[in-house]
């Protein structure tokens, strides 16, 4: 199975995955964590603005999806989180994978400017960064999530939130 945890840059995809997979693989050993960022520093797409174009991001998406599909052919559960801003893939993915559950995590992007946790906003803002999603390249509303999270002021705390996603997953705990 493949949980597709999507949102902005600082929602909380990583914190409330990382969760997710600890609980998970206390269960079912055969559960890896994917995230987006691991991914391009591993494959060495993170060092120049280029990387962050509209077609370099797909292509980040393509190869994570491609990933995701190696590793589930092998009957291994993945936790992927990505900022993913493509519709005709998220879509893909319910056909590709054994079982697909797709999480938005959502937060309103003033807290998301507030928190800020890589200084993305920030720099952005200043005109030192370009190519931020939800600032200079929209992100649309996934349409076919099957659980949206919200993870601005007063949400639950991750652990309370991955429980919620093995809940809507149908894992055990």
Request: glycine share 4%; proline share 8%.
């Given at each position: 199975m493949?949980?597709?945890i999507v949102g902005l840059s600082g929602s909380g995809k990583t914190t409330i995955g990382l969760e997710l997979y600890r609980m998970w693989k206390a269960q079912e050993p055969n559960t890896v964590m994917v995230d987006g960022d691991d991914m391009r520093r591993l494959f060495g797409r993170d060092t120049a603005p280029a990387d962050y174009t509209l077609e370099r991001r797909r292509k980040?998406?393509?190869?994570?999806?491609?990933?995701?599909?190696?590793?589930?052919?092998?009957?291994?559960?993945?936790?992927?989180?990505?900022?993913?801003?493509?519709?005709?893939?998220?879509?893909e993915n319910r056909a590709r994978?054994?079982?697909?559950?797709?999480?938005?995590v959502d937060a309103p992007l003033d807290v998301l400017k507030q928190r800020d946790p890589k200084?993305?906003?920030?720099?952005?803002m200043s005109g030192a960064e370009k190519n931020v999603v939800g600032l200079d390249i929209p992100f649309p509303v996934p349409p076919e999530s099957d659980l949206t999270l919200f993870?601005?002021?007063?949400?639950?705390?991750?652990?309370?939130?991955?429980?919620?996603?093995?809940q809507t997953a149908g894992i055990a705990e």
């Open positions: 493949v949980i597709w980040n998406a393509e190869r994570i999806v491609a990933i995701c599909e190696w590793l589930d052919q092998q009957d291994i559960n993945v936790v992927c989180c990505i900022l993913c801003l493509f519709e005709d893939i998220m879509r994978f054994s079982r697909y559950l797709q999480v938005h200084g993305l906003y920030a720099r952005a993870t601005g002021p007063g949400a639950p705390p991750p652990p309370a939130l991955a429980h919620q996603i093995m």
